[in-house]
């Protein structure tokens, strides 16, 4: 019986061979790069890079839904590598096949990647857990939940890391492990971080990563992750790793700019570094090294290539056939060391940073880089004495300053540190220091430190420093018998922790940390990588849905319960005024104020309230004398106070002893409209009355409306005049009443002329061009 099972496992083999066999001769009869990208033969390079974006833009799996997408992809992919190749190319051109594929002849053993199915050799060679395929990526650089919390995040603030997110049944990642490969062994000379994590074995990790699909790349830096989406080759990988890197951390240095950097030392506390090249970008490698020392030196590159920069190198005699860096440190015009080489690898980069970390007497600036500076002594022969200038910044500190860096510059004992403090930025260190009262600025003191608690051992020296001869030699022979006796410490302190002289730069820091927050944001919604964004996307819509949900609420609420009060209150005072409700329909949007806000039209105001007016915005002006000023304005702040919660009417008064002649110049675009209040022989003899006009002014649009003064003190039924015609069997007796109608009246139909207006039914007289304002009218 078990001989039965075993003939007919073997039979099953043998037949899943020849289909497979098959299969793949058929595929690989298919499969042709050139084809699959739609480019000749004879296609250029950027031909193929170019048709290569737009087919992998448009067949990625996470943005089109076709269930053959993936593949389409992964073959778009393998025939931009194999193009793009020059040797892969040949070889396909000649014999047609790559180094990933081999000749179909009996004797040869056949690699196949088909639907997501990986053979190599026999049926029975699966990559799966086989040591000698898979050790370089399992072993080397996996990566677990505690050893990614306690030593990838913190490291990632000096490297970043570039991880791969794999697992055992992960049929396309054996796909891309030779790129892994090639890309894992050139970023691991640089110094990048790697790591492997295996979502079979790692889930919490994963998780935590936010990392739900495999194969999947990510990088993290400053203890941030961010997702690769891109194709996996080697330039897209390496270019992913070094914008992981943050902005400005080198500056391109000329001939323009060098000293301004260079100067920089005193602000930024730190030394400078100058790298010398001939490549117009940056340098991975020494965008890495500014990563890890940022907090020490400040960066800056110098392009070779460039006209710019020929007075750089002609100045510090920069040998242009091999890269150079120079390190600055108070001294601008000379470097204080140098390296040059053809190839600089890491390790010297490092030990040639390493050395120059600090300024010859840096400022002690906080507690960290007075720990560097100045560490706790450990054993014996490990002793460091800090040399302790306290001073001002005033310039009557000068020459002190001056005078100690140049003792600290031909120091030339690793036992001796020299350093300087401001009093005035660490007030609680200087006073412990300077117990004595008649202790003032500037003063040397010769300190040692106990232990981590702020014990120290010092010594002040006696005298004072003003940078003498006297002060030179004194403060010489106090350190010749330091190191003879180092007893002469004889007074003890506790120190206070230093103060973050930095922390001003918290704000700018804090904004570049979230601009690279919501570019990463950004960049994850522009991918479609929503599995890792739903629950920041659900909880911003939550919140938003249950704000606007307020506040539609209680906007609702608020304008029902106020409505029937404030319209019953202006209907009483209307009532006590002896006014008609003109503002029972009142406009859109209710009052925001308790007032109408007025201003007056002249030639200042003209150009912002009329001429210049925004788009769809109507300036309201009523014209007055000085004698109805008081009485008219009251009025027609009674009539329009309910249209004052539009935002796009302005209202405005123009007083007429000033400017007649403008009125008249404006109003000649209106003569339709225009009933002469005047007998008709007498119209040459008397002035037209225009108080109490009011004109709608729209200045973006060139037109006006007009209302003209009406009688209602017998006649309430009586209709306006405004639309330029009205009765001509009441024109005469408007005439004659005009002389007697009162002050007080003349507005009384204006409400229900706003009404027309805010409905847009009132007649339009266009106007070429709005005269000007500036010329006043001299009464006669």
Request: hydrophobic share 40%.
């Given at each position: 019986?078990?001989?039965?099972?075993?003939?007919?496992?073997?039979?099953?083999?043998?037949?899943?061979?020849?289909?497979?066999?098959?299969?793949?001769?058929?595929?690989?009869?298919?499969?042709?790069?050139?084809?699959?990208?739609?480019?000749?033969?004879?296609?250029?390079?950027?031909?193929?890079?170019?048709?290569?974006?737009?087919?992998?833009?448009?067949?990625?799996?996470?943005?089109?839904?076709?269930?053959?997408?993936?593949?389409?992809?992964?073959?778009?992919?393998?025939?931009?590598?194999?193009?793009?190749?020059?040797?892969?190319?040949?070889?396909?051109?000649?014999?047609?096949?790559?180094?990933?594929?081999?000749?179909?002849?009996?004797?040869?053993?056949?690699?196949?990647?088909?639907?997501?199915?990986?053979?190599?050799?026999?049926?029975?060679?699966?990559?799966?857990?086989?040591?000698?395929?898979?050790?370089?990526?399992?072993?080397?650089?996996?990566?677990?939940?505690?050893?990614?919390?306690?030593?990838?995040?913190?490291?990632?603030?000096?490297?970043?890391?570039?991880?791969?997110?794999?697992?055992?049944?992960?049929?396309?990642?054996?796909?891309?492990?030779?790129?892994?490969?090639?890309?894992?062994?050139?970023?691991?000379?640089?110094?990048?971080?790697?790591?492997?994590?295996?979502?079979?074995?790692?889930?919490?990790?994963?998780?935590?990563?936010?990392?739900?699909?495999?194969?999947?790349?990510?990088?993290?830096?400053?203890?941030?992750?961010?997702?690769?989406?891109?194709?996996?080759?080697?330039?897209?990988?390496?270019?992913?790793?070094?914008?992981?890197?943050?902005?400005?951390?080198?500056?391109?240095?000329?001939?323009?700019?060098?000293?301004?950097?260079?100067?920089?030392?005193?602000?930024?506390?730190?030394?400078?570094?100058?790298?010398?090249?001939?490549?117009?970008?940056?340098?991975?490698?020494?965008?890495?090294?500014?990563?890890?020392?940022?907090?020490?030196?400040?960066?800056?590159?110098?392009?070779?290539?460039?006209?710019?920069?020929?007075?750089?190198?002609?100045?510090?005699?920069?040998?242009?056939?091999?890269?150079?860096?120079?390190?600055?440190?108070?001294?601008?015009?000379?470097?204080?060391?140098?390296?040059?080489?053809?190839?600089?690898?890491?390790?010297?980069?490092?030990?040639?940073?390493?050395?120059?970390?600090?300024?010859?007497?840096?400022?002690?600036?906080?507690?960290?880089?007075?720990?560097?500076?100045?560490?706790?002594?450990?054993?014996?022969?490990?002793?460091?004495?800090?040399?302790?200038?306290?001073?001002?910044?005033?310039?009557?500190?000068?020459?002190?300053?001056?005078?100690?860096?140049?003792?600290?510059?031909?120091?030339?004992?690793?036992?001796?540190?020299?350093?300087?403090?401001?009093?005035?930025?660490?007030?609680?260190?200087?006073?412990?220091?300077?117990?004595?009262?008649?202790?003032?600025?500037?003063?040397?003191?010769?300190?040692?430190?106990?232990?981590?608690?702020?014990?120290?051992?010092?010594?002040?020296?006696?005298?004072?420093?003003?940078?003498?001869?006297?002060?030179?030699?004194?403060?010489?022979?106090?350190?010749?018998?330091?190191?003879?006796?180092?007893?002469?410490?004889?007074?003890?302190?506790?120190?206070?922790?230093?103060?973050?002289?930095?922390?001003?730069?918290?704000?700018?820091?804090?904004?570049?940390?979230?601009?690279?927050?919501?570019?990463?944001?950004?960049?994850?919604?522009?991918?479609?990588?929503?599995?890792?964004?739903?629950?920041?996307?659900?909880?911003?819509?939550?919140?938003?849905?249950?704000?606007?949900?307020?506040?539609?609420?209680?906007?609702?609420?608020?304008?029902?319960?106020?409505?029937h009060p404030k319209a019953k209150a202006k209907e009483a005072s209307n009532a006590e005024d002896g006014s008609p409700n003109t503002s029972s329909t009142s406009s859109s949007r209710p009052p925001k104020k308790s007032f109408v806000e007025v201003t007056e039209l002249t030639d200042i105001t003209y150009t912002s309230n009329l001429v210049k007016l925004r788009p769809g915005h109507i300036n309201v002006v009523l014209v007055l004398t000085d004698p109805t000023k008081n009485i008219l304005l009251s009025k027609f702040a009674k009539e329009v106070y309910s249209f004052t919660g539009s935002f796009t009417l302005h209202f405005s008064f123009l007083n007429v002893d000033k400017h007649s002649e403008w009125m008249a110049a404006v109003l000649e675009y209106a003569q339709d409209a225009m009933q002469i209040d005047t007998d008709e022989d007498e119209v040459g003899s008397r002035k037209v009355d225009y108080t109490g006009y009011v004109l709608a002014l729209n200045g973006h649009k060139k037109y006006l409306c007009l209302f003209k003064p009406v009688y209602t003190g017998e006649d309430l039924d009586s209709k306006p005049e405004e639309e330029g015609g009205g009765s001509r069997s009441r024109k005469g007796m408007t005439r004659s009443r005009s002389t007697t109608l009162q002050i007080h009246h003349k507005?009384?139909?204006?409400?229900?002329?706003?009404?027309?207006?805010?409905?847009?039914?009132?007649?339009?007289?266009?106007?070429?061009?709005?005269?000007?304002?500036?010329?006043?009218?001299?009464?006669?």
């Open positions: 019986m078990a001989m039965m099972r075993m003939v007919v496992l073997l039979l099953s083999v043998m037949m899943v061979n020849v289909v497979l066999m098959d299969a793949k001769v058929e595929s690989t009869a298919e499969f042709d790069p050139y084809k699959v990208l739609g480019v000749t033969r004879s296609a250029s390079q950027a031909e193929i890079k170019k048709v290569y974006k737009r087919l992998a833009k448009e067949w990625h799996p996470d943005k089109n839904k076709n269930p053959e997408a993936e593949d389409m992809f992964i073959k778009i992919t393998k025939s931009y590598e194999i193009l793009t190749n020059e040797e892969k190319r040949a070889s396909y051109d000649r014999y047609g096949q790559t180094d990933n594929t081999h000749p179909y002849g009996r004797h040869h053993g056949f690699r196949h990647f088909h639907d997501n199915f990986y053979f190599d050799e026999s049926f029975f060679h699966f990559p799966f857990n086989n040591k000698g395929g898979r050790d370089f990526a399992d072993s080397k650089y996996t990566l677990h939940f505690n050893q990614y919390i306690n030593e990838v995040v913190p490291d990632s603030f000096k490297r970043p890391y570039l991880i791969k997110i794999t697992s055992d049944w992960c049929f396309s990642c054996i796909h891309i492990e030779p790129v892994w490969k090639e890309t894992v062994q050139e970023l691991e000379t640089l110094g990048i971080g790697i790591g492997v994590v295996d979502v079979g074995y790692e889930r919490r990790l994963a998780n935590h990563l936010g990392a739900h699909q495999t194969p999947s790349f990510l990088g993290v830096v400053n203890g941030k992750v961010a997702f690769f989406h891109y194709a996996v080759v080697k330039g897209h990988l390496m270019q992913f790793v070094e914008d992981l890197l943050p902005q400005r951390l080198v500056e391109k240095v000329t001939d323009k700019n060098y000293q301004e950097f260079l100067k920089s030392w005193h602000e930024l506390n730190k030394p400078h570094v100058l790298l010398f090249d001939q490549v117009p970008s940056v340098p991975l490698l020494y965008k890495l090294t500014a990563f890890a020392y940022k907090d020490y030196v400040q960066f800056g590159y110098v392009d070779q290539g460039l006209s710019e920069t020929a007075d750089l190198l002609r100045k510090f005699n920069i040998n242009t056939y091999a890269p150079t860096m120079l390190v600055f440190k108070e001294d601008i015009e000379k470097p204080a060391d140098i390296i040059q080489a053809k190839g600089m690898k890491k390790q010297i980069i490092d030990e040639f940073i390493s050395n120059n970390k600090f300024l010859l007497a840096p400022r002690l600036v906080n507690q960290k880089l007075f720990d560097e500076l100045c560490p706790v002594k450990q054993f014996h022969r490990r002793r460091k004495y800090c040399v302790l200038l306290i001073t001002g910044e005033e310039e009557s500190f000068t020459t002190g300053n001056e005078a100690f860096l140049s003792l600290a510059s031909v120091n030339t004992n690793d036992v001796l540190r020299f350093a300087y403090v401001y009093q005035r930025r660490q007030q609680p260190l200087c006073d412990v220091l300077l117990k004595n009262k008649d202790s003032t600025p500037p003063q040397v003191v010769i300190l040692e430190r106990r232990n981590g608690a702020g014990k120290i051992l010092y010594k002040p020296v006696s005298g004072g420093w003003n940078g003498s001869k006297e002060d030179k030699h004194k403060l010489l022979e106090e350190l010749e018998r330091l190191q003879k006796d180092p007893s002469i410490l004889n007074n003890d302190a506790f120190l206070p922790e230093l103060n973050n002289e930095f922390t001003s730069m918290f704000l700018i820091r804090w904004i570049y940390t979230a601009y690279d927050y919501l570019s990463e944001i950004i960049d994850d919604l522009l991918h479609n990588n929503w599995r890792e964004m739903m629950p920041l996307l659900s909880l911003i819509f939550s919140a938003l849905f249950i704000l606007f949900g307020t506040v539609v609420i209680q906007a609702f609420s608020d304008s029902s319960e106020e409505k507005l009384d139909r204006l409400g229900l002329w706003m009404e027309r207006l805010m409905e847009g039914t009132l007649p339009r007289y266009y106007v070429p061009a709005w005269p000007g304002l500036d010329k006043i009218t001299v009464n006669k």
